[in-house]
């Protein structure tokens, strides 16, 4: 019982740390770019894919038809927070976003059409 009040404890420790990420569809060379203000919950992002129930229906799709086996997820940058209290982390994690997707595009991925900035979780 120790050992699980330490790992409690040591999340609970762990900074919590804002980034963009990248869902690669290996088959169709076709990936999805999104950025999170926490990090930790990109394992959400997985098992609700894993489940069916992601908010990103053509990716949904294209995940239980080809499965699993034919993705790749990464993080591709953890944002720091701005140094300026006035600037809005959420206004960064997005222009992040957008550099990243304009960077994958330029290395010739086919990005799925990306969700109205007010709907993504």
């Not at 982390?89 to 957008?98: C, G, I, V």
């Amino acid at each position: 019982m120790d050992r699980r009040k330490e790992l409690q404890q040591q999340y609970k420790e762990t900074p919590i740390e804002a980034g963009v990420y990248v869902v690669r569809n290996l088959a169709e060379h076709k990936a999805w770019v999104d950025s999170l203000p926490n990090l930790r919950s990109l394992n959400g992002r997985t098992f609700s894919l894993n489940m069916g129930s992601f908010v990103h229906r053509e990716l949904q799709a294209d995940w239980s038809r080809l499965g699993k086996e034919q993705f790749t997820i990464d993080v591709l940058e953890i944002v720091k927070p701005p140094e300026n209290p006035f600037d809005s982390h959420k206004d960064l994690l997005y222009d992040r976003q957008q550099e990243w997707t304009e960077r994958l595009r330029a290395e010739g991925w086919n990005l799925y059409q990306p969700l109205e900035k007010n709907t993504a979780l």
